[in-house]
């Protein structure tokens, strides 16, 4: 077994036998159930399973999921790890090569936890109006979820480098960020909840009803997202 996947496994393990993953998976889980409570009556006439209805789902719990890398992040770079981390980068290993299987893990741990609260999504449509919303669920995941999920892994690899302190100060900063509508260009929108108060930009939820509703989105909202 390589090193990669010695310390990508025990990551791993120590991630999911964690109280701090088991405490982020509650607030998920619940996060999602209020989320489902708002969005039971619809979006502007449109149905709770259409496309602009998940796609706000998945903005608002966008945010216990950014906070979920951060607070994972911090474990990596926490003062024993810190301690462990000046022991093994002294033997010949590279520090990216220290770094991948961690991040990897927490990328992989708030991935887990995004998929149950996209199961528990799934399970309130299929109870409530018999059917799962598949296609607008992966497309929102992959609009909305996904491009945060890895820039805010990403950023906060980097500045926990520099303090592990900044990433919980990064927590209500996120927390602002995604529950507030600012009136800021769409490109900057880390978690997709601007685009529903941004009536102002020419952009109406109930005017993208159906399918097509995620590639009819701004052009400015889409290259924010790949940038």
């Not at 708030?110 to 669920?137: D, K, Q, R």
């Not at 303090?163 to 990064?170: E, N, R």
């Not at 995604?178 to 108060?197: A, N, T």
């Amino acid at each position: 077994m390589s090193g990669f996947t010695r310390i990508f496994r025990h990551e791993l393990t120590r991630i999911f036998s964690s109280r701090r993953y088991g405490y982020l998976l509650l607030v998920s889980v619940f996060m999602t159930a209020y989320t489902l409570s708002i969005a039971s009556g619809g979006l502007q006439g449109t149905a709770p399973f259409q496309a602009p209805v998940i796609g706000l789902i998945f903005a608002l719990n966008g945010v216990v999921w950014a906070c979920a890398v951060l607070l994972l992040c911090r474990e990596v770079h926490g003062e024993r790890e810190r301690a462990v981390r000046q022991i093994l980068l002294s033997a010949p290993i590279s520090t990216a090569r220290y770094f991948a299987p961690k991040l990897l893990s927490v990328f992989i741990s708030v991935l887990s936890i995004v998929a149950v609260s996209t199961l528990v999504i799934a399970g309130y449509f299929w109870a409530t109006f018999g059917l799962v919303p598949l296609f607008e669920m992966l497309s929102a995941c992959l609009c909305f979820s996904l491009p945060m999920l890895l820039f805010v892994t990403g950023l906060a690899m980097v500045l926990g480098r520099i303090h592990s302190s900044i990433l919980y100060a990064l927590c209500p900063v996120v927390f602002f960020l995604g529950m507030l509508s600012l009136p800021l260009p769409l490109w900057s929108d880390l978690f997709g909840y601007w685009l529903y108060g941004a009536i102002s930009f020419g952009f109406s939820p109930r005017s993208y009803a159906g399918q097509s509703f995620l590639a009819r989105l701004p052009a400015s909202f889409h290259g924010g997202r790949l940038c």
